[in-house]
C-alpha cells in the first residue's frame, strides 16, 4: 500500500501560531495523500474546531496563546464529555530540550517531532501512532498513553537514571525522542540515558 492511499481516509488538525508553518505541513500532508486538513491558529480555535469536525489526529505546535500546546493536551486528555480524549496528539516543535520532551509525554502527547520537518519524518511519526497505539492509562494525576514503561524500573535503575544522569536542558535527537516515547521490550523498560549534549546557539 502506498502512502497516498495510506492517508487517504485520515482527517488531520493542524495547530500552529505561524501561518507559514501550516502552511508547509499542510503542503506535506498533500503529498502524502491526505484528502482533508483543517487548519486552527491556536488552541483556542483547535478546541472549537473538534467540536464541530472529527480530528483523526492533531498535529500541534509547543508555543502558542492564549494557552501553549502542553496546555491543549491537557484540556483534550482532561476533557469531562470524552468525545476527544483519545485523539493521537503529535506535538511538532523546534525546542527539543529532555525537560520539554519528558512534559509532552506526562502532559499525554502521543508522538514528538522535531522541526524542520520532512516528508519522510511527519510519515513515520503518523505511521507509527496508526499501526503502534499506546494504550491509555488512567492514573491519579494521568490520563493519557501509557508511559509506564520508562516509570517501572527497579531501585538500581532509579540510581542510575537519577535527575543528573540526564540535565533538563540537554538537547535530543529524534531518534532518541522516538526511544522515549515509544514501546521498549519488557525487559528494558528504562528510562534512556543520553550523553551530554549542547545546543550551539
Known amino acids: 500500500m502506498g502512502r497516498h492511499?495510506?492517508?487517504?481516509?485520515?482527517?488531520?488538525?493542524?495547530?500552529?501560531?505561524?501561518?507559514?508553518m501550516r502552511t508547509i505541513i499542510r503542503r506535506i500532508l498533500s503529498t502524502l495523500g491526505v484528502h482533508e486538513t483543517r487548519e486552527a491558529n491556536d488552541g483556542a480555535e483547535a478546541?472549537?474546531?473538534?467540536?464541530?469536525?472529527?480530528?483523526?489526529?492533531?498535529?500541534?505546535?509547543?508555543?502558542?496563546?492564549?494557552?501553549?500546546?502542553i496546555e491543549f493536551t491537557q484540556m483534550i486528555r482532561g476533557a469531562h464529555d470524552g468525545t476527544n480524549t483519545f485523539l493521537p496528539i503529535i506535538m511538532v516543535s523546534a525546542h527539543s530540550e529532555y525537560w520539554r520532551i519528558a512534559a509532552a509525554r506526562d502532559a499525554g502527547v502521543t508522538e514528538f517531532l522535531v522541526k524542520p520537518i520532512s516528508a519522510k519524518s511527519l510519515f513515520a511519526r503518523i505511521r507509527n501512532v496508526i499501526e503502534n497505539p499506546r494504550p491509555f492509562v488512567n492514573a491519579p494525576g494521568f490520563f493519557g498513553p501509557d508511559r509506564r514503561r520508562h516509570d517501572e524500573v527497579h531501585q538500581e535503575e532509579r540510581r542510575e537514571h537519577d535527575p543528573d544522569a540526564v540535565a533538563p536542558d540537554q538537547v535530543m535527537t529524534q531518534d532518541q525522542i522516538n526511544d522515549y516515547f515509544n514501546a521498549m521490550p519488557t525487559n528494558v523498560a528504562k528510562m534512556p540515558n543520553y550523553p551530554s549534549q549542547t545546543k550551539s546557539v
Open 47 to 69: 478546541l472549537k474546531t473538534i467540536q464541530t469536525w472529527p480530528a483523526d489526529i492533531i498535529l500541534l505546535d509547543w508555543e502558542m496563546t492564549p494557552f501553549d500546546g
Open 5 to 20: 492511499s495510506y492517508l487517504a481516509n485520515i482527517k488531520f488538525l493542524i495547530v500552529d501560531d505561524n501561518a507559514f
